[in-house]
């Protein structure tokens, strides 16, 4: 007889398997129903509340149900056209972690979108404070980066050399809530998970991630609880950061040059080369910057491409599906005539 179901959490993907931990910490490596591939082409992701049930002698457990998510964090399929590859589930905040050496506007623009898109708490977190060039150095990227990320975003500096500086990180991770980490390799993520709880727990620069294309095995880590706070996962397989759905993370990423959109002349302007584009004019005034205006576009642009392959590849399946139904009227066989001897 099966065992009754089990829930737990998805808490690491151990190469394509999920990793499931029980309420009385146990972990078990599960594998997926086929129904739940097969039928619902379902699979769970890391964060994912799950129902298990565990085979007599079975080595691994079997994912037989997954629960709605609350939220998802959604790129697109860096292998496929037009289909959508969910990262992690059911979280309440994403940090977007970036060197506050060299940081990169463009890259957190687009990393700003995804996490707003995900409708979390969203913090951004410009690590190695101790090798910026000078304080006002970092006073002047802290800036800029304030003025990308917005008033609600909270933009905070660490530094492993200065163990303290994770406090105001930890304060924002309320117990019972989880965080996705989200950045480059090589940005200090683990190193930033390490210092919040306190132990080594991640192995600091030994993450590589596959380059998005072959059949990698992406190494991924595991979601770990921060002492006394809440709790925090390292996202792998971030490289390439397709944009999927995106109107409302644009929306919320460029709130200024939405603003501005408001007093074009035409609603559905496209700044490019209407009369009376008040986001071309904030341009030409120097009001707003060109490469916040491009890179604007840029997103806009890609986001509408990902909506056009999907538009295109839902019609096909509906021209599939039509076409075998006549198909099969047509090809169905003549009704048969008893025979008269
Ligand atoms: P991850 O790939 O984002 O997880 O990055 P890691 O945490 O593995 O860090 C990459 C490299 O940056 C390692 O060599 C770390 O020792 C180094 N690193 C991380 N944080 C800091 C920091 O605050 N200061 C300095 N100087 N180096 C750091
Ligand atoms: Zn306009």
Same mark, same amino acid.
């Given at each position: 007889?099966?065992?009754?179901?089990?829930?737990?959490?998805?808490?690491?993907?151990?190469r394509g398997y999920p990793l499931?931990?029980?309420?009385?910490?146990?972990?078990?490596?599960?594998?997926?129903?086929?129904?739940?591939?097969?039928?619902?082409?379902?699979?769970?992701?890391?964060?994912?509340?799950?129902?298990?049930?565990?085979?007599?002698?079975h080595d691994k457990g079997v994912?037989?149900?997954?629960?709605?998510?609350?939220?998802?964090?959604?790129?697109?399929?860096?292998?496929?056209?037009?289909?959508?590859?969910?990262?992690?589930?059911?979280?309440?905040?994403?940090?977007?972690?970036?060197?506050?050496?060299?940081?990169?506007?463009?890259?957190?623009?687009?990393?700003?979108?995804?996490?707003?898109?995900?409708?979390?708490?969203?913090?951004?977190?410009?690590?190695?404070?101790?090798?910026?060039?000078?304080?006002?150095?970092?006073?002047?990227?802290?800036?800029?980066?304030?003025?990308?990320a917005g008033p609600d975003t909270?933009?905070?500096?660490?530094?492993?050399?200065?163990?303290?500086?994770?406090?105001?990180?930890?304060?924002?991770?309320?117990?019972?809530?989880?965080?996705?980490?989200?950045?480059?390799?090589?940005?200090?993520?683990?190193?930033?998970?390490?210092?919040?709880?306190?132990?080594?727990?991640? *192995?600091?620069?030994?993450?590589?991630?596959?380059?998005?294309?072959?059949?990698?095995?992406?190494?991924?880590?595991?979601?770990?609880?921060?002492?006394?706070?809440?709790?925090?996962?390292?996202?792998?397989?971030?490289?390439?950061?397709?944009?999927?759905?995106?109107?409302?993370?644009?929306?919320?990423?460029?709130?200024?040059?939405?603003?501005?959109?408001?007093?074009?002349?035409?609603?559905?302007?496209?700044?490019?080369?209407?009369?009376?584009?008040?986001?071309?004019?904030?341009?030409?005034?120097?009001?707003?910057?060109?490469?916040?205006? *491009?890179?604007?576009?840029?997103?806009?642009?890609?986001?509408?491409?990902?909506?056009?392959?999907?538009?295109?590849?839902?019609?096909?399946?509906?021209?599939?599906?039509?076409?075998?139904?006549?198909?099969?009227?047509?090809?169905?066989?003549?009704?048969?005539?008893?025979?008269?001897?």
């Amino acid at each position: 007889m099966a065992d009754a179901l089990r829930t737990g959490e998805v808490v690491k993907l151990d190469r394509g398997y999920p990793l499931v931990r029980f309420p009385d910490g146990e972990r078990l490596r599960c594998e997926h129903a086929t129904a739940l591939v097969k039928g619902h082409d379902q699979r769970a992701v890391i964060g994912d509340v799950v129902s298990v049930s565990v085979p007599d002698a079975h080595d691994k457990g079997v994912i037989e149900a997954i629960a709605p998510r609350s939220r998802e964090f959604v790129r697109k399929d860096p292998t496929e056209r037009a289909v959508p590859q969910v990262l992690a589930a059911n979280f309440q905040r994403v940090i977007v972690a970036q060197p506050v050496g060299e940081v990169n506007l463009r890259r957190l623009e687009r990393e700003l979108v995804l996490a707003f898109e995900t409708g979390a708490e969203v913090t951004v977190v410009l690590t190695k404070a101790d090798l910026a060039a000078s304080e006002a150095d970092t006073e002047s990227v802290v800036q800029a980066v304030r003025a990308l990320a917005g008033p609600d975003t909270p933009v905070l500096l660490v530094s492993e050399a200065d163990p303290s500086s994770v406090e105001a990180v930890r304060r924002l991770l309320a117990p019972g809530t989880t965080t996705v980490l989200i950045g480059r390799s090589g940005v200090g993520k683990s190193s930033l998970v390490n210092m919040l709880v306190g132990a080594e727990v991640l *192995d600091v620069g030994a993450v590589r991630e596959g380059d998005g294309k072959g059949r990698h095995t992406t190494v991924s880590r595991e979601i770990v609880e921060v002492p006394g706070a809440g709790r925090i996962v390292d996202m792998p397989g971030v490289r390439g950061l397709g944009l999927w759905d995106a109107d409302a993370g644009i929306e919320a990423a460029f709130s200024d040059i939405e603003e501005l959109a408001a007093s074009c002349r035409f609603r559905d302007c496209t700044h490019e080369a209407e009369p009376g584009c008040a986001v071309r004019a904030a341009v030409e005034l120097g009001a707003l910057p060109r490469a916040r205006y *491009d890179s604007y576009q840029a997103l806009r642009q890609e986001a509408g491409v990902v909506k056009e392959r999907r538009e295109q590849a839902r019609r096909l399946a509906r021209e599939k599906v039509s076409d075998t139904k006549r198909q099969r009227k047509g090809a169905s066989p003549p009704p048969r005539r008893k025979r008269r001897s």
